[in-house]
């Protein structure tokens, strides 16, 4: 293998999806050498997932549009050869899982390539078992794939890709929905498919935390374009502003290495635990108070109370949550945290009546959810679904977001004081007469959730703002949550980010197999770091990173970059 | 979870059990079998003793849960119903049993040779129907595929009958997704009176549509990107090399419909089939 030889050349490419003005790709110039680790970046819609379409024929051959410039992979110019001349060679992983399973079956959805190569039976098998250990689907093969949770989905899409062991491997957004152990797992495996086998990789991703240590060289895209492109630590440290301005996730040491490198408190900025360990470990500190936000929380009487709750989904009968008991008070900012499959929507879907319980009580507001309808719990606790476009049906974003209060029997006036409202708030006034659908992704996000604030519940409850959105979208949707909780509604989020789930939240809960693991605040929850890791989490960057430094007279529970620029008794503003 | 009609999409009950375990080719075989005997014959001596064996076949050989099956037969009995009742109504041959004279209608008459034959096609629609359904319940995807590489099928037109089938359990939860998500902004479809529930419709299938267009464009990129259509054939995980069982079963089956058919036609007709 040799890294100089080029496995794929794009030369001027552009790509316009039928109907539209705009390019999805524009002018892109680019060699990936063959054996390397190439990791593009940048925000929701900047033209990634379109791009990696192209490496492999898929654009032009199966998604139509129109296509200038050329791309020849592994010898072939994608134009001239079908898409599953390339499936032999190079594979890739979308960012869907679910629109990958094309038999239902979970071993056969990892195997459908192969058997459409003609593999033998026997390699098959080899293969299967292979790709099954890696990504932790053992005993898993016969299960229905769209019954599976959505890491477990994501998890059968990767070993699908993975048993191909092709040349190249292209993986968009791969780890989206799985849980932090789960990503470093599936993220430490590519790079073994890279060094062990000098497979090609080509990996999207949002957390360039993660894979900043493996990557041999980084691109970052927006609007289509490549706006920066090289070597890891170089592209980090010469655009970091740049590249936090559009929206990418800058690995929280390298952002506090941003300010220590300006004040000269350090001479480089860090890009992983280990640097940053090296360099703070020898500034002399002086001891600061972090501050952290006075929480008010009326502890009277809870506004959710869970008793002994037991949850069994029927056929086959599967017990999903299994006597828990907890309050949540008015207020409060909760994070529900846990590995895939750990009964996290389960529970919260308990608390607007959507489930019912097996056993037990759910109390929301005085009402036992068993003797209300969901209807009537909508006035109490809100719920912003995963996806928006599950949510959206009207034609004008006024309609869709006065939809809730209508239902509910608000008066014409207080239904349009309450729209006006919620659409101010996130911004949609001048967008408020425009069908939603066409809007851009993070629009018709803020639009889920207007439509949802708008019915002013008690309680709001979001599952997976981060999921396929970029740090600045997923940020600012919990901007919003935030102004909200400061007006007394209690917030209840559901992430695999263990960053914003710090960064936003007061309290976390941790589940683990249906049961609370561990019930505290934020800062108790992630100076646990043993119990975190029997759930497959582990805490944000920052908290590793200040744990890590205890014995230099860091505090080990620093949740988040401001936390540790307090403590350092740097300015952050 | 299981979804509201997810009964009706998941046909397939992963289970072990004899039937289970026979190779598709076998299975084709005792399917052919069955639909000769129930289409060349309507005659109570050949039908009971081949309804009866499906039902034995079904209820203690396939593993398969009661209720699954008593929902599958609940499911089937009403169009069923139907069916046997017309053959009642509108049969003209046999002894009479009850007329009807009005002046502006005078052709309805109930005879004995209607009631027998209702039963008889009733008994040969019930064999038809049942038999496919025992093969469905206990045959993977996978096995259809090759099944219908049996028949001649090419495995990349019987991809896309697998694919349209795994597709229908996604989109179901599509649909209780964006229910759910509707309900919990108060929208109540049980409270709403048919024409509103008409209108609502709407409301359901616009972000359904939304999701179907988003598949229907995500799904060809996944088959092309794992070599669909790569070669004319493909190869299986599952072994499907005939064993002593399935040779038994394509025996039993060739020896009882040779049997059947020199009792019922005679060696001279037997002689003209084959």
């Known amino acids: 293998m040799s890294k100089d030889k080029d ?25 990936v050498k063959e054996g390397e680790f190439l990791v593009i970046t940048g925000p929701s819609g900047a033209g990634k997932t379109t791009f990696c379409l192209t490496l492999n024929g898929l654009i ?49 959805d990892i195997v459908y390539a192969l058997e459409n190569l003609l593999t033998p039976r026997e390699e098959m098998l080899k293969r299967l078992e292979w790709a099954l250990k890696i990504t932790r689907l053992e005993g898993f093969e016969d299960r229905l794939s769209y019954r599976l949770s959505g890491g477990q989905k994501q ?9 191909l062991t092709p040349k190249i491997l292209i993986l968009d957004e791969p780890t989206s929905e799985l849980d932090p152990i789960g990503k470093t797992e599936v993220l430490s495996t590519v790079k073994e498919l890279n060094e062990k086998y000098g497979m090609t990789i080509i990996l999207v991703t949002h957390e360039i935390e993660q894979v900043i240590d493996y990557a041999d060289r980084i691109v970052v895209m927006d609007k289509g374009q490549i706006v920066a492109e090289g070597e890891p630590r170089k592209v980090l440290i010469e655009q970091i502003d740049k590249m936090r301005d559009i929206g990418v996730k800058i690995p929280q040491v390298a952002e506090v290495g941003v300010f220590l490198k300006k004040t000269g408190m350090i001479p480089n900025i860090p890009l992983n635990i280990q640097e940053a360990f090296t360099l703070f470990s020898d500034l002399k500190l002086e001891t600061k108070q972090i501050s952290r936000k006075a929480v008010s929380i009326i502890q009277e009487s809870p506004i959710i109370e869970v008793k002994d709750l037991w949850f069994t ?46 056993k037990g009580q759910v109390i929301v507001d005085g009402i036992d959810t068993k003797n209300a309808t969901v209807g009537e719990l909508s006035t109490k606790v809100g719920y912003v679904f995963q996806n928006p476009d599950h949510q959206i049906f009207s034609n004008t974003v006024r309609e869709e977001v006065s939809f809730g209060p209508k239902n509910l029997g608000f008066s014409k006036e207080e239904m349009e004081r309450s729209c006006n409202m919620a659409l101010k708030m996130l911004g949609l006034t001048e967008v408020a007469d425009e069908n939603p659908f066409f809007l851009s992704k993070g629009e018709r996000e803020r639009v889920a959730l207007a439509s949802v604030m708008a019915m002013k519940p008690k309680v709001l409850i979001v599952d997976e703002p981060t999921t396929g959105q970029d740090w600045k979208t997923s940020m600012e949707i919990m901007g919003e949550c935030e102004k909200l909780n400061a007006m007394g509604t209690t917030i209840i989020t559901i992430s695999h980010d263990m960053r914003l789930i710090a960064q936003t939240m007061n309290r976390v809960i941790v589940m683990a197999q249906g049961r609370v693991l561990l019930d505290g605040s934020a800062k108790e929850t992630f100076s ?30 620093i949740l988040t970059t401001n936390e540790m620029l307090d403590f350092l008794g740097i300015d952050s503003t | 979870m299981a979804l509201p009609g997810s009964r009706i999409v998941e ?51 396939i593993n398969a849960p009661r209720k699954k099956l008593t929902d599958f037969l609940k499911l089937i009995s009403l169009p069923f119903s139907f069916y046997s009742i017309g053959y009642v109504l509108f049969t003209r041959e046999g002894n009479i049993l009850a007329y009807v004279d009005w002046p502006w209608y005078h052709w309805f008459w109930i005879t004995d040779w209607g009631f027998i034959l209702s039963g008889l096609v009733l008994m040969r629609a019930l064999i038809l129907t049942l038999s496919t359904a025992v093969v469905l319940f206990t045959t993977n995807m996978e096995g259809i595929l090759k099944g219908l590489e049996i028949f001649g099928i090419k495995p990349k037109f019987g991809s896309t009958l697998t694919i349209t089938i795994a597709l229908l359990p996604t989109m179901l939860s599509v649909i209780l997704s964006i229910l759910e998500a509707q309900k919990a902004r108060g929208f109540g479809w049980e409270k709403l009176s048919i024409i509103k529930k008409a209108r609502g419709l709407v409301k359901l299938l616009l972000p359904t549509m939304f999701s ?26 599952d072994d499907y090399t005939l064993r002593t069982k399935d040779h038994a079963v394509i025996v039993i089956c060739i020896a009882t419909l040779v049997i059947t058919v020199i009792l019922g036609y005679g060696f001279k007709l037997l002689l003209t089939l084959f």
């Open chain 2, 212 to 237: 179907a267009i988003r598949y229907a464009t995500l799904i060809p990129l996944t088959m092309e990107s794992r070599a669909f259509g790569a070669y004319k054939g493909r190869t299986y995980i």
């Open chain 1, 155 to 163: 998890r059968v899409a990767i070993a699908a890709g993975l048993t």
């Open chain 1, 7 to 31: 496995v794929i050349t794009c030369q001027n490419l552009t790509f316009f999806y039928p109907k539209t003005e705009k390019p999805a790709i524009c002018d892109i110039n680019l060699n």
């Open chain 1, 313 to 358: 989904y029927p056929e086959p009968p599967v017990t999903a949550i299994s006597g828990i008991n907890l309050k949540i008070y008015q207020g409060e900012r909760v994070g529900v945290i846990g590995q895939n499959g750990s009964g996290k929507t389960t529970l919260v879907k308990h608390f607007n009546g959507l489930l019912k319980p097996t």
């Open chain 2, 11 to 61: 046909v397939y009950i992963h289970a072990q059990s004899p039937f289970h375990s026979l190779t598709p080719l076998t299975k084709v075989v005792w399917l052919l079998t069955m639909y000769i005997v129930a289409l060349l014959f309507l005659d109570f001596r050949v039908l009971i003793p081949a309804l009866a064996s499906i039902l034995i076949i079904m209820f203690f050989l």
């Open chain 1, 528 to 557: 646990n770091p043993d119990i975190l890791k029997e759930t497959f989490l582990e805490p944000p960057q920052i908290t590793m990173l200040s744990q890590k430094l205890r014995d230099y007279g860091y505090p080990n529970d």
């Open chain 1, 60 to 108: 032009p051959h199966v998604t139509a549009g129109s296509l200038m410039g050329n791309v020849v992979t592994l010898g072939m110019n994608t134009r001239e050869y079908p898409a599953y001349e390339f499936s032999k060679v190079v594979g890739i992983v979308l960012q869907d899982p679910e629109s990958q399973f094309l038999v239902g079956t979970v071993k056969y």
